[in-house]
């Protein structure tokens, strides 16, 4: 049963502190999303990349977010630094293609927390 | 600027009853419309996609139907079942090519099925 992975599950830090986010993607797919929800916003597209390379980060504060995909079974999201208004559960998604006629599979999300 | 809006944004039910809910749209170019479940702490789970040029998708109890024209999309479930209750989100993936494309969301209606 293929599933999309995130670590860690949940996080409580202070404000000031870096926190990296890791997803591991279904094995095969080629496009990773990272997605934010929160209450007030909903869902909202931070980033995704294709064959590791990204292809839309306009949703980022680039002051402090950054995505990489450091190899094909691993991306990860870094706030740097964190504040209190990062709140927010954070989903990765994989899938075959972006936006296209196939589905979205996403992870159990991080739910982080900055005090 | 497409904006998606489900309503209601909350809904309690008999065990049973058949239901509808309900997404619309504001902009009727779409590539396709998507209804997704999400249960508490957990991730989104992919329902039904319809594409742009079909009126309806069927999966057991569930059918989503699309009228582009109205800017509206309704999931029915039918014979409710307590286990239905989760947050069901609808997102359309607007039309371009490549990095154009988005998935815009709507903040989805939760809902609760009594025993």
């Known amino acids: 049963d293929a599933r999309v992975t995130q670590t860690p599950r949940h996080k409580v830090t202070e404000m000031g502190q870096e926190v990296t986010m890791r997803c591991q993607p279904i094995?095969?797919?080629?496009?990773v999303f990272w997605y934010r929800q929160t209450m007030m916003q909903g869902l909202e597209l931070l980033a995704y990349?294709?064959?590791?390379?990204?292809?839309?980060d306009s949703g980022m504060p680039k002051d402090r977010f950054s995505a990489e995909m450091p190899d094909a079974t691993l991306a990860t999201l870094k706030i740097q630094p964190s504040e209190p208004r990062d709140s927010a559960v954070y989903f990765c998604?994989?899938?075959?293609?972006?936006?296209?006629?196939?589905?979205?599979?996403f992870g159990p999300g991080t739910r982080l927390l900055v005090l | 600027k497409q904006e998606v809006t489900q309503i209601p944004a909350a809904l309690s039910v008999p065990e049973g009853e058949n239901l509808v809910l309900n997404c619309s749209f504001t902009?009727?170019?779409?590539?396709?419309l998507q209804w997704f479940r999400q249960d508490p702490g957990k991730g989104l789970t992919s329902l039904l996609l319809?594409?742009?040029s079909q009126r309806e998708q069927t999966s057991g109890r569930l059918n989503a139907s699309l009228d582009k024209s109205s800017g509206r999309s309704t999931l029915y479930i039918a014979a409710s079942q307590p286990g239905d209750s989760a947050t069901y989100l609808c997102?359309?993936?607007?039309?371009?090519?490549?990095?154009?494309?988005?998935?815009?969301w709507g903040l989805g209606t939760s809902l609760a099925v009594n025993p």
């Open positions: 319809i594409q742009s």
């Open positions: 990349f294709r064959n590791r390379a990204p292809l839309d």
């Open positions: 094995l095969g797919h080629n496009t």
């Open positions: 902009d009727s170019a779409i590539y396709n």
């Open positions: 998604a994989s899938g075959l293609v972006a936006f296209g006629n196939q589905p979205q599979y």
């Open positions: 997102a359309v993936a607007s039309t371009g090519a490549g990095n154009n494309r988005k998935l815009i």
